[in-house]
């Protein structure tokens, strides 16, 4: 396995979907570009589509890609990944070599980097002013978070936190997990997954890790 490749698992992992025909793959994004860039890595040359709504008025437009390769589809079977998958993924069968792509991926299909800067002490000093950075890895399946979460832990030793996504506007049939990591332990992954300039990811995602890399 390539890092490019592993970068568009962790994307299919995602905001993936492998249809019942045993052949089409499908990418959704309300980011275009990073479907630009997960045709790039595998080098297809489908045409990118909008995406209906998914039923809530003030959604963002959405797009997606598809394409069709049986022995791709295939090789996304033995390592793992199955139709349907949203609720039911769990292990992911990735080299240790290439997983921090995967999680590059992971993170840019359906994770988020947040930065602000928390000013909630300054009215008893103006100096408490602190730098906050988390990291956020969501899955409606708690299995493949869990096992994220170990994998994380065996290759760089940091574990972060899992919880339950909550939703007070609404409803939740079914939960999402959200596996959390704080500024110190955020910094060590960004600087992981980030390792060399021009990797294939999201660029909104990157310039927000970029002040925290060592390059």
Not at 53 to 81: E, M, T, W
Not at 145 to 174: A, P
Request: charged content about 25%; overall charge positive.
């Amino acid at each position: 396995m390539e890092r490019n490749l592993a970068y568009a698992i962790g994307l299919i992992a995602t905001d993936g979907n492998l249809s019942q025909d045993g052949r089409h793959i499908t990418l959704t994004s309300t980011d275009k570009s990073l479907l630009q860039i997960f045709a790039k890595c595998l080098q297809k040359n489908s045409k990118i589509t909008p995406n209906p709504k998914g039923g809530f008025p003030n959604s963002k437009p959405a797009y997606r890609i598809q394409f069709s390769d049986a022995k791709f589809y295939r090789s996304l079977l033995k390592i793992g990944l199955t139709p349907n998958k949203s609720l039911t993924i769990g292990r992911i069968n990735i080299d240790n070599k290439h997983f921090k792509d995967f999680l590059r991926g992971h993170l840019d299909g359906d994770g988020s980097v947040i930065y602000y800067k928390d000013k909630y002490l300054t009215h008893l000093n103006k100096k408490y002013v602190y730098d906050r950075l988390f990291l956020y890895f969501i899955s409606s399946s708690k299995k493949h978070l869990v096992w994220l979460r170990n994998e994380i832990f065996k290759l760089i030793c940091i574990k972060g936190s899992l919880n339950v996504k909550t939703n007070k506007t609404r409803v939740v049939i079914h939960p999402t997990y959200v596996l959390k990591f704080s500024t110190k332990e955020a910094k060590i992954i960004l600087n992981w997954i980030y390792y060399k300039p021009n990797l294939p990811c999201l660029k909104r995602k990157y310039w927000i890790a970029k002040p925290f890399l060592n390059q």
